[in-house]
């Protein structure tokens, strides 16, 4: 199996040590590049071309978020995994509007960190479940706000089993339709909503009360 590449982003060079000797003992992850703030992320982006990159938000200079928004513009259809020490509501809604495939705090265990970068390489997003919990409870307190899209019943049926944490594979086994069946719902639901990926979907979609 070829391992997912990935690039970590941190300013703590132990940090990032910490994480490449957490990752090398994984046959399903190879470390290519780190960088140590979001002007040098950029620079080894080009160079190195990983699968994922792995990007802190507190950052000197440029902070994670513009360098996710830097890194949307220039590789839009790169998965970047957020990881923070704050798990504030509110922060993980702006990195996942922002264009995160999903975030994770630094206390991760490292099998979990695995599956993250597993599955965001595979196009799904991934949000820790210390941070899932607060996240849906701000959803849940938050008003409804008008928001003019129609889905149909399958499309209704897709985002929710992808709010449950189903891969593509999944779904389509659930649904008993096909894995490209699966994706271009997911791309309709994209368009519809405005969403750059599946977390941000599941994020908008939970917002405006279109799922539960």
Not at 20 to 33: D, G, I, K
Not at 204 to 209: G, P, Q
Request: net charge negative.
């Amino acid at each position: 199996m070829t391992p997912v590449t990935i690039m970590i982003v941190d300013d703590h060079p132990v940090l990032r040590q910490g994480l490449r000797f957490m990752l090398q003992h994984s046959e399903e992850v190879e470390v290519v590049a780190e960088a140590s703030d979001g002007e040098e992320a950029l620079i080894r982006l080009a160079e190195s071309q990983p699968d994922v990159v792995l990007l802190d938000v507190k950052m000197p200079g440029m902070d994670g978020l513009t360098t996710l928004e830097l890194i949307r513009d220039a590789w839009p259809q790169l998965p970047v995994l957020i990881l923070s020490m704050y798990d504030d509501p509110e922060y993980v809604e702006q990195a996942l509007h922002t264009g995160a495939a999903g975030y994770l705090l630094k206390t991760v265990a490292p099998d979990e960190l695995v599956r993250a970068v597993g599955a965001a390489a595979g196009g799904a997003g991934y949000l820790q479940a210390e941070i899932t919990r607060p996240v849906l409870r701000r959803f849940a307190s938050l008003t409804p706000t008008d928001i003019k899209v129609t889905l149909s019943a399958r499309e209704r049926e897709v985002l929710q089993l992808v709010a449950d944490g189903m891969s593509t594979k999944q779904a389509a086994v659930a649904l008993e339709i096909s894995e490209s069946t699966v994706k271009t719902y997911l791309r309709q639901l994209f368009d519809k909503l405005g969403a750059t990926h599946r977390a941000h979907a599941v994020a908008l979609a939970l917002r405006h009360r279109i799922i539960e």
